[in-house]
C-alpha cells in the first residue's frame, strides 16, 4: 500500500503535465485569436512567458527530458534560437533597438515551442489527443467569427472591423488572411480525423462536422492564400498519408464543403447587413448546422466500410496503371480547359494588377498582386543596402514609408523570405530556413503507425503554412504560427526513441537540466516585462487619444521605465509634456525618442513640434521627418506651414 501511495502523486502529476501539452497548442490559439492574433507585443510577450515556464518545468519533472529528440528536431530548435538572438542583435546596428525586442520576443517563443514539444515525447494516444483539440480550437474561432456576424450576437468586432455580407470577415484576428488561414487549417485537421482509419467512427464523423463553418469562414474572409494552404496541405494529406480510408470519408468531406462555400457565397450575394438575420442569414445558419449533422452522420455510417479499404493490397503494377492513369486525365483536363493559357493570364494579371476588388464576391478568382510587388521591392531594396545583416528587426516599416510608391501604409513585407532578407539579410534568411525546413522534415513520417495520420497532418499544415507565410505576414501572427509549430516538432519527436528506462538520473545530468530550466526562465524575464511596458502604453495611448494627458504621462512613464529601449513611450511623454506647459521636459523626452529611434519619423516629427512649441530651431528635424515619411499627409502640411512661415507651433501632434 505504501508503495501505491508513493508512487501515485507523481504518477498524477505526469498525467497533468502530459494533459497540459496535449491542451497547449489549442489553448494558444484560441486566446491569441481573442488578442488580435498575437500580433502586439503584449499578448505575444506573456506567452513566451508562458511558454518558457512549461519548458522549466519539464526540463526539472522529466525522468528523460530528451526523450523525444531527433537531430532535425534540435537543428530546428537551434537554428530558431540563433534567428532570436540575431534579430535581437540587430537592434545594435539598426539604431531602433525597441524594433528588435519586439521580434526577438516573438522568435524566441517559437524557438522555446519548438524545444518543448520536439524534445518530449508523447505517446500515440496523447499525440492524437492533442491533434483533436487543435481543430477543436480552430472550430470554435470559425464560429466565433460567424456569430460576430449577427449585430445583436455575443460577439462584437470594433465599428472599424464589423463585417457584412460584401465585406472581409476578419474578427477576432482583425485580419483576413490570418482568420482565413486558421480556417483552412482546421479543415485540413478535420480531414485528417475523417479519413484516418486510426481514429474511432465518432471521431471521424466529427472531423466532417467541423469542415463546414470552416471552410465558410474561408469564403467569407476573402482570402485567396487561405485557399491555396488548403489546396496544397489537401494535396500533402493525401500524397504523404495515402490513406486508404479516404476512399469513403473524402468524398463526404468535399460535397461538405462544397455546400457550406456555395451556402457563403449566396450569402454574399445577398448584400444583407446583419449577415445572420433571417431571412438571409438564418437560412445560411441553418444549411450549416444540417450539413454538419448530415455529414457527420453520413460519415458515421459509412465507417464500417473503412475496415475493408483497410485491408485493400494495391499491387505495384496496379498502383502504376492507376498512377498513368490519373495523369491521363489530369493532361488531358488541363488541355481542355486551356490550362498553360489561363496559367499565363493569371500570371501576366500578378504582375500588372496592383489592386484586388474589395469585394470578396469577386476577390478569390483574381489574381492580382494586391500592392504586394511594391512592398517586395521595398524589402530587396533593404537587402541591397545591407546584403549580409539586412537593415535590422523591425525596421521594414521605416524602409517602407520612405520609399513606398503609394501613401498606403504597411508595416510587413508580406512575405517572410523577402522581409526577412531585407531586415536580417542572408543570415537571418539562412537560420529561419534551416529552422522551418529542418522542422518540416523532421514531421514528414510514413504513414501507419501508431499515431495514425497525425505526423502526416501536422507536416501538411506546416507545408500549407510555409507556402501562404511567403504570401502574407503570418510570422507576425502567433496565434497562426505557434500552433502550426508545435504540432510539427509534437509529430516529429512522437518518432523518437523510446522512453529511458527507470533509473536515477546522474548528478551531472540532473545539474546540467536545471541549469537550462533557470536559463530557459531567465530568457522570460524580458519578454513578460516588455508586455506588461506594452499594457502601461496601451494605457497611456487611449488616454492621450481622449486628451487626457494627466493620466497618460504616468502610464508612459511607467511604460518608458519597463522598456526604455522603445520610443514610442518617450514620443507620447514628450507630446503629452508639451501640452501641460512642461517644455523642459517635453524636449528631453523628445531627444529620448530620437536617440531611441532615430529614422522614426513620428518621433522626429513630434521633436519638430516641440521645439517649435519652445522657440527653438526645428526645421531639421522637420525635413528629416519628411526625408523618412514623403508621402504622408500630415509631415506634408506641417511642412508647407513652414514654408510659409505659418505658426507650426500649433500643429497638431500624431500619437505613437
Known amino acids: 500500500m505504501s508503495g501505491a501511495g508513493a508512487a501515485g502523486p507523481p504518477a498524477l502529476l505526469r498525467r497533468a503535465g502530459v494533459a497540459l501539452l496535449c491542451l497547449g497548442p489549442g489553448a494558444l490559439l484560441l486566446v491569441l485569436a481573442l488578442e488580435a492574433g498575437g500580433y502586439f507585443a503584449g499578448a505575444a510577450g506573456y506567452a513566451t512567458g508562458a511558454i518558457a515556464v512549461v519548458l522549466a518545468v519539464r526540463l526539472v519533472a522529466a525522468h528523460d527530458p530528451l526523450a523525444g529528440a531527433r537531430p532535425l528536431t534540435i537543428v530546428a530548435a537551434a537554428a530558431l534560437g540563433g534567428l532570436a538572438a540575431w534579430t535581437l542583435a540587430s537592434g545594435s546596428w539598426s539604431h531602433a533597438p525597441g524594433r528588435a525586442v519586439l521580434d526577438y520576443d516573438r522568435v ?85 480525423m475523417a479519413v484516418d482509419d486510426r481514429e474511432p467512427g465518432w471521431v471521424r464523423a466529427a472531423g466532417v462536422a467541423v469542415v463546414p463553418p470552416a471552410v465558410a469562414t474561408i469564403v467569407l474572409s476573402g482570402s485567396r492564400g487561405a485557399v491555396l494552404g488548403a489546396v496544397v496541405g489537401a494535396v500533402a494529406l493525401l500524397v504523404l498519408g495515402r490513406p486508404r480510408a479516404a476512399l469513403t470519408g473524402a468524398p463526404v468531406v468535399a460535397a461538405a464543403a462544397a455546400v457550406a462555400a456555395v451556402a457563403a457565397h449566396r450569402l454574399q450575394m445577398a448584400e444583407v447587413a446583419g449577415a445572420l438575420r433571417a431571412p438571409h442569414g438564418g437560412g445560411f445558419a441553418a444549411v450549416l448546422a444540417l450539413t454538419a449533422t448530415a455529414g457527420a452522420a453520413v460519415r458515421l455510417a459509412l465507417s464500417p466500410l473503412d475496415r475493408r479499404a483497410a485491408r485493400l493490397r494495391i499491387g505495384r503494377g496496379a498502383a502504376l496503371a492507376g498512377v498513368a492513369g490519373l495523369l491521363a486525365v489530369v493532361v488531358a483536363g488541363l488541355a481542355v480547359a486551356d490550362a498553360p493559357g489561363r496559367v499565363d493570364r493569371a500570371w501576366r494579371q500578378f504582375r500588372t494588377e496592383n489592386t484586388v476588388s474589395s469585394d470578396i464576391r469577386a476577390r478569390i478568382g483574381t489574381a492580382g498582386n494586391n500592392g504586394r510587388l511594391a512592398l517586395w521591392r521595398v524589402a530587396r531594396g533593404m537587402h541591397a543596402d545591407a546584403p549580409v545583416r539586412g537593415t535590422g ?41 534551416a529552422g522551418l525546413l529542418a522542422l518540416l522534415a523532421a514531421a514528414i513520417r510514413p504513414p501507419g503507425g501508431p499515431a495514425g495520420l497525425v505526423p502526416v497532418g501536422a507536416a501538411a499544415a506546416l507545408a500549407a503554412w510555409l507556402v501562404t507565410a511567403q504570401l502574407d505576414w503570418h510570422w507576425e501572427m502567433p496565434a497562426v504560427t505557434a500552433p502550426v509549430l508545435a504540432m510539427a516538432a509534437a509529430a516529429a519527436a512522437s518518432g523518437g526513441r523510446a522512453p529511458a528506462a527507470a533509473a536515477r538520473p546522474r548528478p551531472a545530468a540532473r545539474l546540467a537540466t536545471a541549469l537550462a530550466a533557470v ?109 523618412w515619411n514623403p508621402l504622408d499627409s500630415v509631415i506634408i502640411r506641417t511642412a508647407e506651414a513652414a514654408d510659409r512661415r505659418s505658426t507650426v507651433a500649433r500643429r497638431p501632434f500624431v500619437l505613437p
Not at 177 to 190: M, T, Y
Not at 408 to 423: C, M, P
Not at 521 to 546: K, M
Open 519 to 627: 536559463l530557459v526562465v531567465g530568457l522570460a524575464i524580458g519578454p513578460v516585462r516588455v508586455a506588461e511596458g506594452q499594457g502601461h502604453l496601451d494605457t497611456a495611448i487611449a488616454a492621450a487619444s481622449r486628451g487626457d494627458c494627466r493620466r497618460a504621462i504616468p502610464a508612459a512613464a511607467a511604460a518608458a521605465r519597463i522598456t526604455p529601449a522603445r520610443a514610442e513611450p518617450w514620443t507620447l511623454l514628450a507630446q503629452c509634456s508639451a501640452v501641460t506647459g512642461d517644455l523642459g521636459g517635453a524636449l528631453r523626452d523628445a531627444d529620448a525618442a530620437v536617440a531611441r529611434d532615430p529614422r522614426s519619423s513620428w518621433a522626429r516629427y513630434t521633436r519638430a513640434l516641440v521645439r517649435a512649441r519652445a522657440g527653438r530651431p526645428y526645421r531639421r528635424d522637420l525635413a528629416a521627418a519628411r526625408r
Open 393 to 433: 528587426a523591425g525596421t521594414f516599416t521605416l524602409y517602407w514609408q520612405a520609399r513606398r510608391p503609394t501613401a498606403f501604409e504597411a508595416y510587413d513585407g508580406h512575405s517572410l523570405a523577402i522581409e526577412t532578407l531585407g531586415e536580417l539579410g542572408d543570415v537571418g534568411l539562412v537560420l529561419a530556413a
Open 108 to 192: 524566441l517563443g517559437y524557438a522555446l515551442l519548438v524545444a518543448l514539444y520536439g524534445t518530449g515525447r508523447l505517446s500515440p494516444r496523447a499525440l492524437r489527443a492533442m491533434a483533436g483539440v487543435l481543430v477543436l480550437a480552430g472550430a470554435a474561432v470559425c464560429v466565433i467569427a460567424l456569430v460576430s456576424l449577427v449585430p445583436s450576437g455575443p460577439f462584437h468586432p470594433p465599428a472599424h472591423t464589423a463585417a457584412a455580407p460584401a465585406q472581409r470577415l476578419s474578427y477576432p484576428l482583425t485580419y483576413w488572411n490570418a482568420l482565413g488561414l486558421i480556417a483552412a487549417l482546421a479543415v485540413l485537421g478535420a480531414a485528417r
